[in-house]
C-alpha cells in the first residue's frame, strides 16, 4: 500500500493528509479543554497525571481520533493547525500570536508570488504565514541579527513545513546594514525600533509597496509612525490593535467568555509613494500640545524641496 501521506508537502502549505507518522507534531487535548504538543517518535510514551499515552498507539493511525490514556482518560488528538502550532513552538524570542499574524497577512496584503522582507524572524511564527501566504512562486527574506534566535525560526519553520522552504531566505545580521533587495513588495518589521529601518525599506520597496510594523509600546508606536511622516513618501500611516474574546454558548447562556486576548501589540501601516513625490499633509489640525515644547520626536519638513531625514528630529515644527 503506498503511503497517502504528503510529508514533506509539494505546495509546502505545511498541511498533512493520511496516517499519523513519526516526526511529526499532534495536539492532545483533555476533557477540560487543556492542550499538549506532542511530538511523535516510535516507542515513546507521554505521560500525563491521569496515565501514559503510547505514541505507536497514535502513528499510523488516523488524524481526529480520540484515545485513552492508561488512567482511562479520553484525550483528542488532531494534527494542529497553524495557529495552534505558532503558539505552542519551541521559543528563542516571543511569537506573534496569530489575532496579529492575520492581521498582518490580511492589512499588508500578503498575496501569493509577493517578495517580502522581514526583520526580527525570532521563533518563526509570523515567518510560517507570510511563506504560506506567498507560496512557492514568492519570496521572503527574514533577517534576524540573533544567531541564536535565527537557528529556533530554522527548526521550526522546517518543522512546520517538512522540510526547507524553496521561498525562504534566512540572514543573520541587521537590516539597515545588510538591505540590498530591490523591488520589494511588502516589508514586515518585528523589532525594539523599526523607526531605524524606514529609510532602508523606501529604497527596497515599489511604490505603493506596504509597510507595515508590529509595536508593543505607545512610545514605539508614537516614533513609528511620525517617522513615516517626517519622510515624506509614504501615505498617512495608520495605526491600531485588535482585542479577541471568545464566547461561551450552551443553549440560553450566551455570554462573553470569562478571558480574552488583550493588547499584545499595535499595528502600523503605510504605503510607498514613487520616488520623489511627497504624500500629501493631513488637513486635521493637530491636538493641542501634541507637538509643544515637550515633544523630541521626528518632525516632517515645512518645505516641499527640503528631503528630510527619516530619524532626523531637529526639523521645524509641522
Not at 498507539?57 to 480520540?66: C, E, H, M, S, W
Not at 492589512?107 to 526580527?120: L, N, Q, S, T, Y
Not at 515567518?127 to 527574506?141: D, F, K, P, S
Not at 520623489?276 to 523630541?296: C, E, F, I, L, Q
Request: net charge negative.
Amino acid at each position: 500500500m503506498s503511503d497517502l501521506r504528503d510529508f514533506p508537502d509539494v505546495s509546502y502549505s505545511g498541511v498533512h493528509h493520511g496516517p499519523l507518522q513519526a516526526g511529526e507534531w499532534i495536539t492532545l487535548s483533555d476533557p477540560k479543554g487543556r492542550r499538549h504538543s506532542v511530538f511523535l517518535e516510535r516507542g515513546r510514551i507521554f505521560h500525563t497525571t491521569k496515565g501514559g499515552i503510547a505514541h505507536d498507539d497514535l502513528i499510523d493511525g488516523p488524524d481526529a481520533v480520540v484515545i485513552r490514556s492508561a488512567g482511562n482518560v479520553e484525550y483528542l488528538a488532531l494534527r494542529p493547525l497553524m495557529a495552534d502550532y505558532s503558539v505552542s513552538m519551541p521559543r528563542g524570542a516571543a511569537v506573534i500570536y496569530p489575532k496579529d499574524t492575520a492581521q498582518i497577512v490580511t492589512m499588508a496584503d500578503i498575496f501569493p508570488g509577493a517578495k517580502v522582507v522581514e526583520a526580527g524572524a525570532g521563533s518563526g511564527a509570523l515567518t510560517t504565514a507570510l511563506l504560506r501566504a506567498v507560496g512557492i512562486h514568492g519570496e521572503v527574506i527574514s533577517y534576524e541579527r540573533r544567531e541564536d534566535f535565527a537557528e529556533v525560526a530554522r527548526k521550526n519553520v522546517t518543522g512546520f513545513f517538512g522540510g526547507e522552504h524553496p521561498a525562504w531566505r534566512l540572514e543573520v545580521g541587521d537590516l539597515v546594514e545588510s538591505l540590498d533587495e530591490t523591488d520589494v513588495d511588502r516589508v514586515v518589521l518585528d523589532m525594539l525600533a523599526p523607526w531605524e529601518c524606514v529609510d532602508a525599506a523606501a529604497g527596497a520597496l515599489v511604490p505603493g509597496g506596504v509597510f507595515c510594523a508590529y509595536v508593543a509600546t505607545t512610545t514605539q508606536l508614537s516614533r513609528v509612525v511620525e517617522t513615516l511622516r517626517a519622510h515624506g513618501e509614504f501615505t498617512e500611516p495608520r495605526a491600531w490593535e485588535s482585542l479577541v474574546r471568545d464566547w461561551h454558548v450552551e443553549g440560553l447562556a450566551v455570554r462573553p467568555g470569562h478571558r480574552m486576548q488583550g493588547h499584545t501589540a499595535f499595528l502600523v501601516t503605510a504605503r510607498r509613494m514613487a520616488p520623489g513625490v511627497k504624500a500629501p499633509r493631513k488637513k486635521r489640525r493637530p491636538a493641542p500640545g501634541a507637538y509643544g515644547d515637550d515633544y523630541s520626536g521626528p518632525r516632517r519638513s515645512e518645505s516641499v524641496g527640503d528631503t528630510p531625514t527619516a530619524t532626523d528630529s531637529s526639523a521645524t515644527d509641522t
